[in-house]
């Protein structure tokens, strides 16, 4: 049964970005793609590209400190692979806990890996995610206050201040209890260990998560166009607090609420439609485009894997 429901898996998830692709293009009108491509140079397109690859590669470091944090090891060939897929399907299709979740129990389950594991390595992933999005969050609320790129969510300058370093108080605590409390957990029935990271982890966790933020924002930020008048450090800022109520919203991708907060902060600056044209572009970038290659290195994966046109291959 095990066995069965290992080789099904993939095609469940191959099916599923099948559907989530052609609905998300099927979103997209030919008249936003080309008024878009039209109104940002090839160099910027490409430039954006570059940062996608480069931030995908940074959170395969998430993978590579959650595993390290269990004491496991595999080849980061292996992590890294895993941890762009899983990140890719979880990016587009949401609940990203179960479907990036689900791609790394199909991988990693073939190296050894249990459920339990690859539970861990999620939830370890998903507190470096938030370390990364307080610090960045806290630190924009703090010095922006309420006021440039935070002006779309309407906070006085004080309420601003005030959710800043409540949000890097917060942070500080999660830090004071890495340096302090080394107790372990153990739960017998599951034959489980659980322990925060140690403070230099924590700070691990910190650039790794605010690499990924960083590289994020960059890929937007070169798409706009010269005259926008936002810096990188402003666009960080932005773009953190609009994946924020993205995430609120738990639509797939933010889509809607993140486009809604970049749209409401831009203008009238830079012109509506071409806001609306560098947002799609920056989704295609971002989003469509690793999750198309992501399925096709599943596809490749599970065909060299069982070999579905002969024997089995065994694991290497």
């Known amino acids: ?36 491509l039209a109104s940002i140079p090839r160099e910027r397109v490409a430039l954006a590209v570059v940062c996608a690859a480069c931030n995908y590669l940074a959170l395969t470091l998430y993978d590579v400190l959650s595993l390290r944090h269990l004491g496991k090891w595999l080849p980061y060939r292996q992590v890294g692979f895993t941890s762009f897929v899983g990140y890719a399907f979880g990016h587009n299709i949401g609940m990203s806990f179960l479907t990036g979740g689900g791609v790394r129990y199909r991988l990693y389950s073939a190296r050894g890996l249990t459920a339990l594991d690859v539970a861990q390595v999620g939830t370890f992933n998903a507190l470096t995610f938030w370390v990364g999005l307080l610090a960045v969050a806290g630190v924009a609320l703090v010095v922006d206050a309420g006021q440039g790129a935070m002006s779309a969510l309407s906070l006085s300058p004080w309420v601003a201040r005030g959710l800043g370093w409540g949000v890097l108080a917060v ?30 982890q924590a700070l691990e966790q910190l650039a790794v998560s605010c690499m990924d933020w960083t590289l994020g924002a960059m890929v937007l930020w070169v798409l706009l166009p010269s005259g926008a008048g936002i810096s990188p450090l402003t666009m960080v800022a932005l773009f953190a607090v609009a994946q924020l109520l993205g995430i609120a919203s738990q639509v797939p991708g933010g889509l809607g609420v993140f486009d809604s907060v970049i749209l409401a902060a831009l203008t009238p600056a830079v012109p509506t439609s071409v806001v609306i044209g560098t947002l799609v572009v920056y989704r295609i970038v971002y989003y469509l485009l690793p999750f198309a290659v992501a399925a096709l290195m599943l596809l490749g994966h599970e065909l060299v894997e069982h070999r579905w046109w002969g024997r089995r291959r065994q694991p290497g």
């Not at 191959?14 to 008249?31: M, N």
């Not at 340096?179 to 925060?196: D, G, Q």
């Open 1 to 36: 049964m095990k066995r069965a429901l290992l080789a099904l898996l993939p095609l469940g998830l191959l099916a599923l970005a099948f559907v989530v692709l052609r609905h998300e293009l099927r979103e997209l009108h030919g008249e936003d793609v080309a008024r878009g």
């Open 171 to 200: 942070l500080g605590v999660y830090f004071a209890a890495c340096a302090w409390m080394r107790r372990v957990l153990r739960v017998p029935r599951l034959h489980l260990e659980v322990s925060l990271p140690t403070w230099r």
